[in-house]
């Protein structure tokens, strides 16, 4: 997505605004003299696009403006971003965002504060295309991962009046060495070295690397109990056989598991114990089940007869209870008639006749003659439980004279301890199989997890390649060699020094080198300042057409600040004709924003480039792209608005 400037917007404390008008896609010129605020247009940007510090100059701009803006065009609509000026702080909080397919200019009145800088930069860098990304440093280096954000890319983005002069320092912002280290970093992602889809490839790798270890964990298990676990098992099915628990004789691991779980089925009842034939202990064996199930039958029918009793005592309190109310007093002597009262004898009504005396006779007479069965019944019952008590009695007696004799003969009977001990034996061993098979874990198939393990292997060797330093290096070698080709070609149109020889883009120093046949010349060794600029304006051009070209995550604007400086120092002409400057300077000058203006056009519209210049050319391409002239009174910041110390 790209990102161009449109308007660059100062609010006042009384509520009026200047704008600069900017257009996209082609070169925006800024010409006038000095102490105009030419310089504080980069300082400007850089403070709305998230800077930690405003380093717009103290002086009649920060004092006279309340708020900084930028009306931006974006591939899918337009931006407004303000920021407030800061007071005594060296920057502020308060950011104002507004979007839509069109934006206009608010009025001063209607900024506030809707997100802080953290929410800008975040929406800064979607605008700018920014995806996740990540790098991680070379393995032995403490320095943190670090992700590339707008900051990063916005040093591709200026050149202020002292850095596009410097012979040791390329990008702006690198004179701090930590900045320096982290555009190096970033550097690679915002070429296309590192891709788009680096972090997700990063991410599977750690997902991969985590499946494989798992999966070699597993394998590791299963040697182990095939080394360790295998004498063991062979140990265990070794005394099985010896017990006449199996036969199995297998030849692998495997198998001498599946003959265990074989061996482990057999129920313990089903171990035989072998018992002479017609042996006293085999009958008295016999004689005790029978006497134990002869047991739990009248211990069932003793239990049955005593839950009858009870039953049958419950009814007869309760029939008892119904047949006392039914009596009465006497009530009921037959001498009434079947209308009258039975208390007074007196007739009554139809509509008031009690229950018919002989229905209630009937009842009583049903009543009564139930309880006498029941008292009938009693003492059988009784009788019954009794019997059954002295007959589990006799059994009782019967199972203590059996075990006795069996305990006797077991004592005498040698082989029968024999026997038993076998029986003993053989459950152990069973115990013992048991106990092997359900400490082992589930034994997945081996050769489908080799065949796993080798596929994730082959997968994880595919993505180290891909995102291997070597890789990268690979890429960032034929990027920069396109860069230098096209350095290269610059350079001779400028006419600079070693633009003889091939030039390159060091990544890993920030800087331009020149191969020549007596070995690297880096830029820093380069004499003169008409070299140092020209090299700076050809790497920035270079690196931008390239952005523009392969949709890199960049803004699609240069600022270039002053790039005439060396030729055309302010103090030779206020007005800017360049009428006191040798024609070669001249030249040399107009050589330089031809180079400029012809670079642009062969990516148009895609980049910006806003050049803030005292020399005014007379040349007509230069003068259409002029978009304001800060001379006669004339400047970024009209001398009227009032400042800051009025308004306190």
């Keep these: 997505m790209t990102v161009q400037l449109l308007d660059i917007v100062l609010f ?13 896609g082609i070169v925006n010129v800024i010409t006038g003299a000095s102490k105009t605020g030419k310089s504080a247009l980069i300082d400007i940007v850089d403070y709305c696009f998230g800077s930690n510090e405003c380093r717009v100059p103290e002086g009649p701009i920060r004092r006279s403006v309340a708020w900084f803006g930028l009306r931006l065009q974006l591939s899918s609509g337009q931006v407004f971003v303000a920021r407030r000026c800061p007071d005594a702080a060296s920057s502020s909080e308060d950011f104002f965002v507004a979007t839509d397919a069109r934006v206009e200019i608010p009025e001063a009145g209607s900024l506030r504060q809707t997100t802080n800088s953290k929410g800008a930069a975040a929406m800064l860098a979607g605008w700018t295309g920014i995806r996740d990304n ?32 410097r012979r040791q320092q390329l990008f702006h912002g690198t004179d701090d060495s930590f900045f320096a280290q982290a555009l190096k970093d970033t550097l690679p992602y915002f070429l296309g070295a590192v891709d788009d889809e680096h972090v997700r490839k990063q991410e599977e790798l750690r997902r991969v690397r985590e499946q494989l270890r798992l999966t070699e964990r597993r394998l590791a298990e299963l040697a182990a109990l095939r080394g360790d676990g295998l004498s063991k098992a062979d140990t265990l099915l070794a005394q099985a056989r010896d017990a006449g628990l199996s036969n199995a004789l297998p030849h692998t691991w495997e198998e001498t598991v599946t003959a265990l779980r074989s061996v482990a089925q057999t129920p313990i009842g089903n171990v035989d114990v072998a018992l002479p034939d017609g042996s006293e202990y085999a009958r008295l064996s016999e004689e005790r089940a029978h006497l134990l199930e002869s047991q739990r039958r009248l211990r069932d029918e003793i239990s049955a007869a005593r839950t009858f009793q009870n039953d049958e005592k419950g009814f007869t309190r309760e029939a008892q209870e119904q047949r006392a109310r039914l009596v009465t007093i006497g009530v009921f002597d037959g001498s009434a008639p079947g209308h009258s009262c039975p208390l007074c004898a007196q007739a009554l009504p139809v509509e008031m006749a009690p229950p018919v005396v002989e229905e209630i006779r009937s ?7 139930r309880l006498q069965s029941v008292s009938r019944v009693e003492p059988q019952i009784e009788r019954a439980i009794a019997e059954l008590e002295k007959r589990m009695l006799g059994i009782q007696q019967a199972l203590v004279k059996n075990r006795t004799q069996m305990e006797s003969v077991r004592s005498a009977e040698e082989r029968l301890s024999e026997a038993h001990n076998d029986a003993s034996r053989k459950a152990h061993i069973l115990g013992r199989i048991g106990l092997y098979l359900e400490s082992m874990p589930d034994l997945p198939d081996t050769k489908a997890l ?30 920069t060699a396109i860069l230098g080709e096209r350095m290269t070609k610059w350079a001779r149109a400028l006419d600079l020094e070693h633009s003889g020889s091939p030039l390159r883009l060091d990544v890993k120093k920030l800087t331009v080198v020149a191969d020549t046949p007596d070995g690297p010349v880096p830029m820093d060794r380069m004499g003169s300042g008409e070299n140092w600029v020209g090299y700076h304006l050809i790497a920035h051009l270079a690196l931008h057409q390239w952005f523009v070209q392969r949709a890199r995550p960049v803004p699609r604007f240069l600022f270039l600040d002053q ?10 002409d206020l007005e800017g004709s360049m009428v006191l400057v040798s024609e070669d300077d001249r030249l040399a000058v107009s050589r330089m924003f031809r180079l400029v203006f012809d670079a642009i056009a062969e990516v148009a519209p895609g980049l910006q480039v806003i050049i803030t210049e005292h020399a005014d050319i007379n040349e007509d391409w230069y003068r259409q792209a002029v978009a304001e002239r800060w001379r006669g009174g004339l400047k970024l910041v009209p001398d009227d608005w009032p400042r800051r110390e009025a308004q306190g």
């Design 563 to 572: 790039p005439s400086q060396v030729y055309f120092p302010p103090e030779k």
């Design 12 to 24: 006042s404390h009384d509520g009026r605004q200047r704008a600069l008008p900017l257009k996209p």
């Design 450 to 479: 080799e065949e796993q393990a080798g596929d994730l292997r082959a997968r994880i060797q595919k993505l180290e390649e891909e995102l291997s330093d070597e890789r990268v290096r690979e890429r960032l070698y034929s990027i």
């Design 363 to 369: 009842a009583l007479g049903s009543v009564s003659s």
């Design 134 to 165: 990540v790098h991680e440093p070379p393995q032995g280096q403490r320095r943190p991962p670090l992700s590339a954000t707008v900051r990063h890319a916005l040093a591709l983005c200026f050149q202020r009046q002292d850095e596009i002069i």
